[in-house]
């Protein structure tokens, strides 16, 4: 079973801090890595995704890719109360598939 | 560009009867195109896949005689839920990709609410 594995949270910062989202995953043979977010009530729409081990910097967003801990993380600089979301890490396992298996979420919350 | 539309966006059905839902691919074409579910607080659970022209693939524990998905053209494909019960109330979420999955484009949802 592969699985992907998120805080659910909820992770509350203030405005301008920096908002750091993990996400760990049990395929080691993993691909692919993917940051969504969701606001409730609505479908998610991509962030940001991410292939090699590594930083990955996208405006206020760097992914993070660490493959030998099996684990990926999000970093959002300079939070802003729209940031507030969902947010689900979503991952590609090996062997050409474009299947996305998502984890959980999880909820922030940015304070003004 | 890259948009994904659903109608409808809800929908309220009695238990037993059927309903369908569509997936569109508005500016482009779609080599593949995914339905998700997603309860409460949960996550995303990928229920199929389709290519046009082919029988949807489905994933385990999803029953295929329940979901039925049609995938007519490269721009549309639909899920219907048959006979549906309280317990198939969820966010029916389609994505549509072109080439590869970070050109996978979700669409805004359906929720269905069955009585």
């Known amino acids: 079973q592969k699985e992907v594995e998120q805080n659910s949270g909820p992770l509350s910062v203030p405005e301008g801090a920096i908002a750091s989202l993990n996400c760990t995953y049990s395929?080691?043979?993993?691909?692919?890595f993917f940051w969504y977010r969701q606001y409730s009530g609505k479908s998610p729409e991509l962030i940001m995704f991410?292939?090699?081990?590594g930083d990955k910097e996208d405006g206020r967003f760097t992914a993070q890719l660490n493959k030998a801990s099996q684990y990926v993380s999000l970093l959002i600089r300079d939070s802003q109360p729209s940031d507030s979301a969902t947010y689900l890490c979503?991952?590609?396992?090996?062997?050409?598939?474009?299947?996305?298996?998502f984890g959980k979420g999880t909820k922030l919350t940015v304070n003004p | 560009g890259a948009v994904v539309s659903q109608h409808p966006s809800w929908v309220i059905c009695k238990s037993g009867t059927s309903v369908k839902i569509e997936c569109r691919s508005l500016?482009?074409?779609?080599?593949?195109m995914f339905w998700y579910r997603q309860f409460p607080k949960q996550s995303l659970m990928l229920m199929a896949t389709?290519?046009?022209?082919?029988?949807?693939?489905?994933e385990q524990g999803v029953e295929k005689d329940k979901f039925l998905i049609n995938h007519a053209s490269l721009t549309l494909s639909t899920l219907t839920v048959t006979s549906a019960h309280p317990e198939d109330s969820s966010f029916y979420i389609c994505?549509?990709?072109?080439?590869?999955?970070?050109?996978?484009?979700f669409g805004p949802g359906t929720r269905l609410t069955v009585l």
């Open positions: 994505s549509a990709s072109v080439s590869g999955p970070d050109t996978q484009y």
């Open positions: 395929d080691r043979g993993s691909q692919s």
């Open positions: 991410i292939y090699s081990n």
């Open positions: 979503a991952v590609i396992a090996q062997g050409g598939s474009e299947k996305l298996v």
């Open positions: 500016d482009f074409q779609a080599t593949t």
């Open positions: 389709s290519n046009e022209g082919s029988k949807a693939t489905y």
